[in-house]
Nanobody, 124 residues
């Protein structure tokens, strides 16, 4: 069982930057793959970024080159650095975790553990 708590959301102007964090409670954080997803009102949940236990990363097409995912296995935390933010990045951002195995890092239903979400609002 993994408990995830996101933080760092807020209001930022277009073109600005924001970093959101996800702290995990659990002794095996380093073995988990971690993902960031987002959901805007009236839209489906969208893959943003993922990082494997080995540090390999993947990004959604809409954020490539602007967002960066990283993890700190000492602090049991995964980060999402968001640069060059656009109004269309406005959404609730969710952190997710899954254990080892064969999986598609970009598929939300591959992750059994989810945080409560943090709101990111980008003003134009």
């Amino acid at each position: 069982q993994v408990q995830l708590v996101e933080s760092g959301g807020g209001l930022v102007q277009a073109g600005g930057s924001l970093r959101v964090s996800c702290a995990a409670a659990g002794r095996t954080f380093s073995s988990y793959a971690m993902g960031w997803f987002r959901q805007a009102p009236g839209k489906e949940r969208e893959f943003v970024a993922g990082i494997t236990s080995g540090g390999s990363t993947a990004y959604g097409d809409s954020v490539k080159g602007r967002f960066s995912i990283s993890r700190d296995n000492v602090k049991n935390t995964v980060y999402l650095q968001m640069n060059s933010l656009k109004p269309e990045d406005t959404a609730v951002y969710y952190c997710a975790a899954r254990g080892a195995g064969s999986y598609n890092i970009a598929r939300a239903n591959e992750y059994p553990y989810w945080g409560q979400g943090t709101q990111v609002t980008v003003s134009s």
